[in-house]
């Protein structure tokens, strides 16, 4: 077992526009423990900020509207301990179990990804949790190399109540092959109800350098 550091994590304090959104009194109470919980490092959530290539365009655009996923925040929760004895960072080896941080994301849902009445589609589910195993991936991929999902497996729990506010949590859970991951998601309130939880395996590939 090793203790794993990601890397490419950039802080980013919660703005006041997210505050308003889950400090609301349409809000489960809950959030504002999530907000205020020490344990969490805000960071920048990148899929969620348009691009003229068009990439993250879903995420970052057609599921950033009032009536789909108005607010979307991200935060970071380290193990206790990152570093060997030597104050040394600990890095993970080929074909390990590590002992990785825990990407935790806060989300705003309205009612225009709901499938039933006021539950949310299976699809968006699904969506949620691959979308957030993906940052994981990238914050723990090699360098050089670009992660891609090669197998997604959802176990829904309990229908998703909308609008309303749910938690994704997600973590590395091993590294086998050299060039496979291992993730696990958990989707749920803030009070223990869990929705979904999810198993995924990634694939590193070198990453291409864009043409001029």
Request: aromatic letters at 6%.
């Amino acid at each position: 077992m090793v203790v794993l550091e990601p890397h490419g994590i950039a802080p980013q304090p919660v703005s006041q526009e997210t505050r308003v959104v889950f400090e609301s009194h349409t809000m489960p109470s809950w959030c504002l423990k999530v907000l205020r919980d020490p344990t969490l490092r805000p960071i920048a959530t990148p899929t969620r900020q348009p691009k003229a290539s068009t990439e993250d365009s879903f995420v970052a655009e057609t599921l950033a509207t009032g009536s789909t996923i108005s607010t979307w925040q991200s935060f970071y929760k380290a193990v206790p301990s990152q570093q060997n004895k030597q104050g040394e960072t600990l890095r993970l080896s080929s074909d390990s179990s590590p002992v990785a941080g825990e990407l935790v994301t806060l989300l705003a849902l309205g009612r225009g990804m709901n499938g039933h009445t006021n539950v949310v589609h299976g699809g968006l589910i699904a969506t949620i949790l691959d979308e957030t195993m993906g940052m994981v991936a990238g914050l723990h991929q090699s360098p050089g190399m670009s992660a891609y999902t090669a197998a997604v497996n959802v176990s829904y729990k309990k229908p998703v109540p909308a609008p309303g506010a749910i938690v994704c949590r997600t973590w590395l859970e091993k590294r086998s092959g050299g060039r496979k991951l291992w993730l696990r998601g958990r989707i749920e309130d803030g009070e223990g109800t869990l929705y979904a939880d999810a198993e995924s395996l990634w694939v590193e590939v070198k990453r291409k350098v864009p043409k001029l």
